[in-house]
């Protein structure tokens, strides 16, 4: 597959899952299968696609799984979270399905005229948290306390089951760079024994790709600031997912992953 052109837009007509049910489950807070709507979203979308790599998911232990932060216009995120934790369920059956981190609202988004209040994707995305066992990051800044509440909830479940984040947090199809602190974060949890996964999502020839990566230990050097650590870790896990994609998409990290190949 050529991966140095320009992409060719796919359509996608993702399904809405069963309205009924879903919203029983929201309201109440009831436990769903992310995996199990995430093979719901591809068994019900013919689109054209392509999984690269699958074999290099661990098939035991727990490890964390990065991806980049694939959006546009039908395909979005949370489609492309609900798709890889189908896809990695299918890779480790009878073993606990991945658990996602995301944020805890979003700005500015309308229906038709009508804006949508903050309050109320607050409320929505803590019920989806709640209903997938996920982990809702707080992303207000000031909310420091709240935040560190949620990574300790996202490290302690490392001992029970793999774990997922698209670190950049936001993006388009380019890389950006992640939050701070990120990079030092996942490094501390990897230099405990845990791998991480990178994996990349694009579009190529009116394909999707789904490509996953070989894991690795995330590390930095010894002797260095927590600043440059965290740099230096955010850095090369982000080098790790931008070497699965093509260049047009290496975006912020386009001169370190040239270095680096």
């Known amino acids: 597959m050529n991966s140095t052109g320009p992409a060719q837009r796919s359509e996608y007509r993702f399904p809405a899952l069963p309205l009924v ?14 995996a199990h709507d995430g093979e719901l979203v591809l068994a019900k979308n ?7 790599g699958l074999e290099n998911v661990p098939e035991t232990g727990s490890f964390i799984l990065t991806a980049n932060h694939f959006n546009r216009e039908g395909l979005h995120p949370y489609h492309c ?11 480790r059956p009878g073993l606990p399905e991945l658990s996602w981190a995301f ?7 309308r229906i038709g005229p009508l804006p ?10 803590r019920r989806i948290g709640a209903v997938y066992d996920l982990t809702v990051l707080p992303r207000r800044p000031e909310m420091v306390v709240q ?7 996202f490290a302690a479940t490392l001992s029970k089951r793999s774990v997922a984040i698209m670190p950049e947090g936001v993006g388009r199809g380019k890389l950006v760079e992640p939050a701070t602190g990120s990079g030092l974060f996942l490094s501390t949890l990897s230099t ?5 996964l990178p994996v990349a999502l694009f579009e190529e020839e009116g394909a999707l790709v789904i490509r996953f990566g070989e894991p690795y230990r995330l590390s930095t050097e010894e002797g260095l600031s927590r600043e440059e650590g965290d740099a230096v870790a955010r850095e090369r896990m982000m080098v790790a997912i931008g070497r699965l994609l093509p260049r047009r998409c290496w975006g912020a990290y386009a001169d370190a992953i040239e270095s680096q190949k």
């Open 21 to 34: 049910p879903f919203a029983f489950h929201l309201l109440f807070a009831r436990r769903r299968s992310f």
């Open 46 to 52: 013919p689109f054209s696609r392509c999984i690269e």
């Open 81 to 91: 979270a609900l798709m890889i934790s189908a896809l990695v369920a299918r890779r």
């Open 103 to 109: 944020t805890s609202e979003w700005y500015g988004r």
């Open 116 to 125: 949508v209040p903050v309050g109320l994707t607050r409320w929505v995305f």
């Open 147 to 153: 935040r560190a509440v949620a990574l300790r909830q």
């Open 192 to 196: 405990r024994g845990y791998p991480v």
